[in-house]
């Protein structure tokens, strides 16, 4: 039993950490653009083909597919955003949400009408699993671990030392102040949403790594990814990470005691917990 | 072709519930319901259930189907009560996605992804089809004019006055002295009694229903009626539910024509195509074809 328990404490702090990238981004759309942006979940699916072309049609790395997901979800996200979000914006921020609901489903299914239904798996090498201290690990899974390690240090290296990353979380912080002080919101807002659109595509394919894709891949764990955000607090970067852990364990734990399907609800049932306890989760700042 | 447009009169009047129903949080009290295909499946699940597995009378499950989805909503909204918007549109979400899941798993209760056939509905089997097609009509229109007299009462009452205020500004109102939570929370009971009722009519009318029939979609669809029709307006919510009926249906005529494509590119044309109609509304009208008569104010912060 205790074996069993730290397998899945281990399998859990993986599948954090991979969800940990989509819900950055997540979360950083909405410390700085003020809206839950759940189109997020067709960047991550976008992302997810894109990484997946790139592997299997041209046959690059799984590192190297990684970066031309980021690419392409990023692009999506701001060309998408300019078309569509930002004239929306001046509506309010539940506005915008129903038409980031409305922008996932057109680009969902553009995504089905190229490739249809089918799942689709990324060319990889078989190979067995390593034992270590008696748990078991799969190669890819420390592969794709390492890869969202490196994403997310460069997210909070370009945030931490940069100045368009001190800009981004000026805007963050009091978007007037920061355009008082000369720092140009629509260029930050711009750049938020590519990082974190980039970073849902990551997410994607790390997630198509591990499983398969299908058009519903964003749909499917965009519940995991918002507890995620919610849980460590909505608008707080390390607070997605922290979330995102205590996720990803929570979803494997609950395999102890209640079906493989009901995983989801894990994430719903945390959400409804911190809201009621601490609404502004375990790093957040405000949420009322 | 008759029966068709019968039977595409009882969706209409169907979807007309749920635009009401929406309205009365989003139109009335600016809550926001991302998860309203939930509350209508609930509905559906708990009337199909209570009348095919106890033999209840319809009319019992379709009061049963109403009151859990109100309890269901008063629960969501007790939750995020006090938080910003954006939480109930997480919340909301997550609960339409529980309901599936619940519905696709618990085969004890649900019969899961094959769904529960076999729903009573009313003289069902001892008419003619046509015959309980129109009695089914007539029913479900009896129930939009008494839910729309509701919500119109409701709006002209002082009761619709203070949910407005809540919608434009919630701290004003609460320094008017008025308990902004109670208000928030009824409204929301209230709305997805309406909703969960659409549900319940929903099973009784096509006697089968399944996890696959409560997708996100739905939602969608119903969120495009009523900014098309005129959020804060119950006309324009019913109006707009024709308008979506009628468009789903067009397209899939207009489909018709379309050679050389696959049937899962035609579906996701008609899908990408409802989407895309609510952002060209939101962008284009987005108060919609009947406009409430006063004009929302715009939130300061």
Redesign the interface.
Known sequence: MPREIAQLVLNGLMAGTILAVPAIGFTAI?AVLR??N?AIASHLTIGAFAGWLANVSLGLPAALAVGVAFAAAGVAGVVSDEL?LK??RP?????T???A??????L???I??VF??DLRGYALPIRRDWQVAGLRIAPQQVQNFGLAIVAMTAVFLFLAFTRTGKAMRAVADNPTLASVKGIDTDRVARLTTFVAMGLAGVGGVLLGLDTSIDPLTG?RVI?SV??AA?VGG?GSIPGAVVGALTIGVGEELSLLVL?P??R??V??AA??LV??LR?RGILGER?? | MDSYLVAMAVFAGLYALLALGLNVVWGMT?M?N?GLVGFFGLGAYVSALLCRQTGAPIVVGIAAAALAAAGAGAAVAL??A??????L???T???S??VR?VA??ELWLTNGTDGISGIPGPWRGRVAPQTFNVIYLAMVVLAVLAVLAVCERIRHSPYGRVLRAIRDDDQVAAVAGKRVIAFKVQAFAVSAAILGLAGALWGHYTSFIAPDVFT??V??YV?LAL?AGGTGNNVGAVLGAALVIFLMEGTRFATGWLVGL?P??V???R??L???A??VV??VR?RGLLPEAIVPVQ?SR
């Open positions: 909405y809206f839950p759940f569509i004239p929306l509506a309010g921020a539940l506005t949400a129903i038409a609901v409305a922008l996932t489903l057109v969902e299914n553009v089905r009408f249809g239904n749909f519940l918002f507890a919610v909505l079906a399907a009901y989801t609800v994430g719903f959400i409804l809201l009621t609404p949420a009322y | 600016g926001i991302l939750a995020t006090r938080l910003r918007g954006d939480y549109a997480i919340i979400l997550g609960f996605e529980v899941l696709s798993n996100p979609l939602t969608i969120v900014t696959a899962v590119q579906a996701a044309l899908e990408a409802i989407g895309a609510l952002l939101l962008r987005p939130a």
